[in-house]
């Protein structure tokens, strides 16, 4: 079928959710995702771009989501003690119609979930939703010093492409190296198997770490 944006709409998985991203959720990301752990791993431009406070986090989310036709997402817990908490963010975009391309991308997780359920859902969820509407090939990326993302990135089954170097400039006006990867539709009956097999051997609901 020929590929067609899809419209923005709540993805519902057994331990998180993701909701379109309002204006209402930038406390909840400012406490879930403005934090030096986050950022200095390149997210937003790296370090030197963390926000200070909520209002210079207000204005870094008006210039970084929901650009143009890219659909940015507010990520919640589901279940457990911690239901309805905001644990992060991922946004769909780059959208390219009549090549079949997208990218899933802008990702930010509380440190205080990293290493649970939240990333494999949620790329299981992304990765359903772009394929689902005709999308042929999805582009993911992280800076190339960002270990544990493209250990994160691997991890779910996407192909590393290569890297692109001075890609972008960081906010500290350093260069970007980009690590480059993708899943593509034919890729997607595995990754999507294999996601599944990690979210089932998790028991009960996401627990976030104290500290």
Not at 53 to 70: C, I, K, P, Q, T
Not at 107 to 124: F, I, Q
Request: proline share 6%.
């Amino acid at each position: 079928m020929p590929a067609a944006i899809p419209e923005p709409a709540p993805l519902v998985g057994r331990f998180i959710r993701l909701d379109p991203m309002t204006r209402d959720d930038i406390p909840g990301l400012f406490d879930a995702i403005a934090v030096p752990e986050v950022f200095a791993g390149g997210y937003g431009g790296g370090l030197a771009r963390l926000p200070r406070d909520l209002e210079a986090f207000a204005g870094f989310v008006a210039g970084y989501y929901n650009r143009g036709s890219n659909q940015s997402f507010t990520i919640r817990i589901v279940g457990g003690d911690a239901d309805g908490r905001i644990v992060g963010t991922s946004t769909l975009g780059d959208f390219d119609e009549v090549n079949e391309h997208a990218h899933l991308g802008w990702t930010a997780y509380s440190p205080r979930v990293w290493g649970s359920a939240v990333n494999a859902e949620a790329k299981l969820l992304l990765l359903g939703r772009v394929f689902g509407a005709g999308f042929g090939r999805v582009k993911i990326q992280a800076d190339e010093r960002n270990e544990r993302s493209r250990a994160a990135i691997s991890g779910i089954g996407a192909t590393f492409e290569g890297l692109i170097r001075r890609d972008m400039r960081r906010a500290d006006g350093s260069w970007r190296t980009t690590a480059q990867f993708s899943v593509i539709i034919d890729d997607w009956p595995a990754v999507r198997a294999g996601l599944e097999a990690r979210l089932a051997r998790q028991h009960g609901p996401v627990v976030p770490r104290l500290t």
